[in-house]
């Protein structure tokens, strides 16, 4: 339901590129260690976002913390005896120690929290749904709370958590106060309405609420009702205030939730003094700092939560958030300050690899993630910036030994001057933590640091806050709090301390201050079996599997090497760890090949499709594999590094062999006497037809072309032909009916030209041609381009006959007679056809009976017929293709074949046919289809089909001709009844407003006459006057330009001869309404306003409605069906018409006023509600205005033009006199009826979704809202 809301976010704590690609040889990946914040996230279990930022917010509430590690396991009992009969284990409190002590110590990127929602209680299905993180903490303190009873824990969250709000009733005539306590660990404070915490505050514990009017408070002293004044205080402050923000409301006019995401603020230190009873004390008492901001991004069905925490105790490293959130203006003004500051520094690779190793807490970082510190600190790549002139970054920190030294097996580089704290554990680097033989004293760290870092590295003022998104932690600043002041993504709970709690010097960058032993202990285990974990799998991943080529194997050819047997011996496998050096692996093979002699050269070798090839050799046997760039199946050749067989091997890039196709002629003189029919098995076709032969050969790419020439063996008279360039076009010729292809003749200055300077790939063919063949008929020169014809069995055209069947027969196999008839791509198609004919024997049929071929398409539908005049390969006919014969004529060049159809939108099978002339008009064309079905006249015209083949826009040039208006072929027109309109014209239907007791009974007509529709079954809303008897008459059309006027369009409407004899006087007479869905929609206003500015276009329905007076209603104004209620009764007098203006004012008073001048009564005697036909319900409009107080800003009134009424034309107000009418109820009789309709038409709905549900599955509905609950054991 939620999407991708809970999936987990892409690591950005965790910088380490490469383990994102790498494979995992050894089993699972281990659990990365933490980013660079030092801090350790939550996974998500599928939907536990809301329970992840609730434990981070409790882990960093250090006294929170503290008070629960406190507690050991003679009052807790042990985990593993809770499945014993009678223990009495508190597995809630337990797990939760353990999960904090993980989060804490263990040296990994997330932790997980199975354990702790299993000890809840809480499937598969829990895990997985949404709750309120609000409700959560109620239920988690609860759950504590009942897990503790009988410890000496059993109340810390009641001193932690707990406060007082005193509520008072003041009696205004005795001064009697009535007090009654209410205890909170959390407040929840309103946010509709409101801009801040600090108002919402105000008016909860400053504002007093009156008791006053019909509303009095009975006072027990007095003993009646009396005017009063309600207010409350916040008696007791706990040592942490939690607000929850009540931004989920609901909405009662469309009864459905919403989520208010306007701005709301709140301070970074509050003081509470002003809402206090007691506002004795210093201001340490009432002051509040914001340590958690729990924040919600989405709706109210669905969304995710993340935490924005204070790191009060400083255990995570705390460092400048990453620069790509900044405008990209500034950043790039701070990378042109930076690159003119620091480009001296830069520059030196040795100076920036030394400080980044020097800032790190441990003096050491893994090689992996030195690339992108790098990036970091520079803002380029090592690659990009220093790679061509100092070689990989591996290889110069090894050639800087007196500076690095690589540890850790390899995996990580320090500095010879400051040696890591550990060089055991790769996990030390961002945990210090791991266990008290790891952790380095704080103290001594930040000595090191005062040494080494820089100043700016230190943090910023009001730093150490940190985004914790379930696995991932990123550092913010305190500004970005500001943004969660409003919008989808926005604060939701918000947790703050009293000021005048102070924390330890001893607990300051100390994640075990206060942790029990044994949870270290558990931590430090975890932490070796991790380190044990990843170095297994680090050893896995780094081992490569290499292919090594032994050169006695293989002997060079053509510039590449070919093994001498295809004997899998040649190539031999060797697992080897990459971190290890290219003099290790020499040692290796040394070992590994006994009887080698001499010297021993690696190279990098890749197999081409010409052979191996040889590039770089590895020289340097300090380097190690993993430097050198070499991974898993790299190719190796071991050699010598002078000759392969006594042969000079060429290495490098630009020798790389190319294979290339060498195509000779194959005339024999038995081919020349038998008519070159040696394809006739199909083989020789695809060795590249009869005549030609082909073969592989590999040259070297830095070979000239001389040089290849003479490796063929050829004459210096001999000519190299490259396919043409067009090759892809020459092909599709060949293949659409063409048996030639081209060949471009290299010039003699070409001959000096490398194959890599010509640019010849693997696969380019190269013709090698004998002057003297070009007497043949199959090789032919004009210019440097010479022409290859080479005929083959394969050119036919299959010719399948359709015979013409009677109405009611089925066509069967039989009955479709199928040839073969050889074409070739010049053959003209009326050959084909003639050919066709004659094997068919369809020349017996009657003299005169006409014959066309057509293609099919890939659904079997006929496509248009070819034109005969045209070659097979001319007219886009491919070879070994089916044509159909069908009867009929077919075009010739000159013109179109056309399909249409007369008066609406063709159907399978009811299209006709017309041939026409290219250059014929619009007008001729539909004169020839009008001769061609028989009809006459002038009242037509053509249209064109549209995308969703359907009657579209007209041809509205008639004097042009079809190819002008690209008209293709085999397209299908409708001859449309009607003249052709003008252009800009709109065609509008008009109906009639008719009400039987306002008109005259010549408006009856005969049961054959137009159209009517009543109001009841199109539920229009009509004015009053006609309420309950209207009806509307379609009485015609009208077309009009939409430049034209509405009084225009009045007049125009009044010439139908349905409207003659309406009397009109002037066009204010006669109202103008656009319908829409047969409904009346809105009154079009303005007399001299076009029907272009009224957005009006063609095929709109309008209706016409006479009226006694005329009227002329402005932008504003707005006209409304009122009437008012029979006192004590459910139904409504007869309603009359009212116009009200809202131009000035449209709030709820205006139009309360206005009614009331109306009815002659005073605003505050009515009540007014509009109906709502669709539900058959009312909607009150209350008069009542808010009292606001002096620190209140003045709102802005509510319109009733907007939502939630939205006041238009014909809406129907309902009155009420309150005078005389006490009943407040606006349904009627019939509102009943409906009601009852609209349930029963709801539940036969439901059982149908019901139904479809269960037989097909399809209907995916909402899961139903499950209450959060947490199971608890008895201990009391």
Not at 355 to 366: C, D, N, P, W
Not at 461 to 489: A, C, M, P, Y
Not at 1035 to 1062: F, N, W, Y
Not at 1085 to 1106: A, F, H, N, P, Y
Request: hydrophobic share 35%; glycine share 8%.
């Amino acid at each position: 339901m939620f999407g991708n809301l809970f999936e987990e976010e892409e690591n950005e704590g965790f910088s380490s590129a490469s383990s994102k690609v790498r494979s995992a040889k050894g089993g699972d990946e281990p659990p990365p260690p933490r980013g660079r914040s030092n801090l350790c996230g939550i996974k998500n279990q599928g939907g536990t976002c809301y329970l992840n930022s609730l434990l981070q917010t409790l882990l960093f509430t250090p006294e929170f913390r503290e008070k629960l590690f406190q507690l050991g396991p003679e009052e807790l009992g042990c985990l593993d005896d809770k499945d014993k009969p009678g223990a009495k284990v508190r597995v809630i409190p337990l797990e939760l120690q353990r999960l904090f002590a993980r989060l804490l110590l263990v040296d990994q990127q997330s932790a997980s929290t199975t354990d702790l929602t299993a000890s809840f209680g809480w499937n598969n299905n829990e895990r997985t749904s949404q709750h309120d993180v609000q409700e959560l903490n109620r239920i988690l303190f609860s759950a504590l709370e009942h897990s503790l009873v009988g410890t000496s824990g059993s109340t810390f969250i009641h001193h932690l958590y707990h406060g007082t709000i005193v509520n008072s009733i003041v009696c205004k005539e005795c001064g009697n106060v009535s007090q009654r306590q209410e205890d909170f660990l959390d407040l929840t404070v309103c946010v509709c309405g409101v801009s801040s915490l600090e108002e919402a505050l105000w008016n909860m514990f400053v504002e007093e609420e009156l008791f006053e009017g019909s509303n009095l408070y009975r006072c027990a002293q007095c003993d009646r009702l009396v005017t009063a004044a309600k207010s409350a205080k916040l008696k007791q402050l706990p040592p942490f205030m939690t607000m929850s923000l009540l931004r989920f409301s609901f909405d009662f006019t469309k009864l459905e939730r919403y989520k208010e995401t306007g701005c709301y603020s709140f301070p970074l230190t509050i003081n509470l003094r002003p809402f206090c009873e007691q506002t004795d004390g210093a201001d340490s008492d009432f002051t509040y700092e914001l340590f958690s901001v729990i924040i919600h991004k989405g709706g109210c069905y669905g969304g995710h939560y993340h935490v924005y925490i204070r790191d009060i105790d400083e255990l995570g490293q705390w460092k400048p958030p990453e620069e790509d959130c900044k405008p990209k203006t500034q950043k790039k003004i701070n990378q042109v300050k930076e690159s003119c500051e620091q480009k001296p520094q830069d520059d030196d690779p040795l100076f920036v690899l030394t400080t980044i190793v020097a800032q790190e807490s441990l003096k050491s970082v893994l090689v992996d993630q030195l690339g992108q510190k790098l990036m970091d600190k520079i803002g380029s790549s090592w690659s990009k910036k220093f790679r061509k002139q100092y070689g990989p970054i591996g290889k110069f920190l090894q050639s800087h030994s007196d500076v690095f030294m690589l540890v850790s097996n390899g995996t990580r580089v320090a500095l010879k001057a400051n040696p890591p704290v550990t060089e055991t554990s790769t996990s030390a680097e961002h945990t210090p933590n791991s266990g008290t033989s790891t952790a380095p004293d704080p103290r001594c760290s930040d000595q090191q640091l005062d040494t080494s870092q820089e100043p700016s590295s230190k943090p910023e003022q009001g730093s150490h806050w940190f985004d914790l998104n379930d696995s991932t932690v990123t550092s913010i600043r305190e500004s970005d709090i500001e943004k969660q002041f409003q919008g989808k993504e926005s604060a939701y709970m918000l947790f703050y301390r009293k000021t005048q709690l102070h924390r330890p010097n001893e607990a300051l960058n100390n994640p075990q201050y206060k942790v029990p032993s044994h949870l270290i202990q558990m931590a430090q285990d975890e932490n070796i079996k991790l380190q044990q974990m990843r170095e297994v799998f680090e050893a896995s991943n780094n081992t490569v599997e290499l292919c090594l080529h032994l050169a006695p194997s293989y002997r060079l050819v053509n510039g590449a090497l070919q093994p001498v047997s295809q004997q899998p011996s040649a190539i031999t496998t060797l697992s080897f760890d990459r971190r290890r050096n290219v003099g290790d692996l020499r040692i290796t093979l040394y070992q590994m090949q006994e009887l080698w002699e001499g010297d021993m050269a690696l190279t990098v070798a890749k197999s081409l499709p010409a052979g191996l090839h040889l590039y770089n050799t590895l020289t340097d046997d300090s380097v190690s594999l993993y430097s050198a760039g070499i991974v898993t199946n790299t190719d190796l050749f071991v050699w010598n590094g002078k000759d392969v067989c006594g042969a000079t091997v060429q290495t490098g890039a630009e020798w790389e062999p190319v294979l290339l196709t060498v195509v000779r002629p194959s005339l024999g003189e038995d081919e020349a006497q038998n008519g070159i029919d040696c394809d006739k098995n199909g083989e020789d076709f695809e060795n590249g037809g009869p005549g030609l032969k082909r073969e592989a050969r590999g040259f070297a790419g830095g070979a000239t072309l001389g040089e290849v020439r003479e490796a063929l063996g050829e004459h210096k008279e001999s000519l190299l032909c490259q396919e043409h360039k067009d090759r892809k076009r020459q092909e599709q010729g060949a293949g659409e009916g063409g048996g030639a292809s081209g060949w471009k003749v290299f010039p003699p200055d070409d001959m000096h030209r490398t194959l890599k300077e010509l640019s010849l790939k693997d696969g380019d063919a190269l013709l090698v041609l004998q002057p003297d063949l070009f007497d043949s008929s199959v090789f032919t020169r004009n210019g440097d381009v010479v022409t290859v014809t080479t005929p083959s069995d394969c050119r036919w055209l299959q010719v399948e006959f359709q015979p013409q069947l009677r109405g009611g027969e089925e066509e069967t196999d039989e009955e479709r007679k199928r040839v073969k008839v050889s074409a070739t791509g010049s053959m003209l198609l009326c050959e084909v056809k003639q050919r066709a004919l004659e094997e068919l024997q369809l020349q017996e049929q009657p003299s005169g009976v006409p014959y066309c071929l057509r293609q099919v398409d890939c659904a079997g539908k006929l496509l248009p017929p070819v034109c005969e005049e045209l070659s097979v390969r001319d007219a886009g006919v491919r070879l070994m293709t089916t044509l159909t014969l069908c009867r009929g004529n077919g075009p010739k060049q000159s013109q179109l074949f056309l399909h249409f159809t007369v008066g609406s939108a063709p159907s399978a099978g009811m299209e006709m046919d017309i041939i026409v002339e290219k250059t014929c008009t619009v007008k001729d064309c539909l004169k020839a289809m009008l001769d061609a079905v028989g009809l006459d006249g002038t009242c037509w015209h053509l249209r064109k089909l549209d995308w969703c083949e359907e009657v579209g826009e007209p041809l509205m040039e008639e004097e042009a001709s079809l190819s002008e208006l690209k008209i293709s072929n085999g397209e299908t027109l409708v001859v449309t009844e009607g003249l052709l309109p003008p252009k800009g014209f709109l065609k509008l239907s008009v109906w009639l407003f008719v009400d039987p007791r306002n008109v005259e009974a010549d408006f009856n007509h005969t049961a054959d006459g137009p159209s009517e529709v009543t109001a009841d079954e199109t539920h229009i809303r009509s004015p009053p006057v006609c309420a309950g008897n209207t009806k509307l008459r379609n009485v015609g059309q009208v077309e009009i330009s939409d430049e034209a006027t509405l009084d225009e369009l009045k007049t125009q409407a009044l010439t139908l001869p349905m409207l003659q004899d309406m009397f009109v006087p002037t066009s204010g007479f006669l109202r103008v309404w656009q319908m829409e869905g047969r409904r009346l929609a809105r009154i079009l206003r303005g007399q001299r306003v076009t029907l272009r500015k009224l957005k009006l276009t063609s095929g709109t329905d309008i209706c016409v409605q006479q009226l006694l007076k005329g009227e002329d209603l402005g932008p504003k104004q707005i006209l409304l069906n009122v009437k008012m209620g029979v006192p004590g009764e459910k139904h409504f007098y007869p309603s009359e018409d009212l116009v009200w203006d809202a131009s000035q004012d449209s709030s709820p008073r205006s139009l309360y006023t206005c009614l009331a001048a109306h009815y002659g009564l005073s605003p505050d005697a009515l009540l007014l509600a509009k109906h709502q036909p669709e539900k058959h319900t009312w909607q009150q409009m209350s008069n009542w205005t808010q009292h606001i107080s002096k620190k209140k800003k003045k709102k802005k009134a509510e319109s009733l033009l907007g939502p939630p009424f939205h006041l238009k034309d014909g809406d129907v107000i309902g009155i009420k006199n309150l005078l005389i009418d006490n009943n407040r109820d606006f349904i009627t009789a019939e509102d009943e009826q409906g009601q009852q309709r609209l349930r029963e038409q709801a539940v036969q709905r439901r059982k149908g979704e019901s139904a479809a549900c269960n037989g097909a599955g399809q209907t995916k509905l909402r899961k139903p809202e499950v209450s959060l609950s947490i199971s608890v054991g008895v201990f009391r």
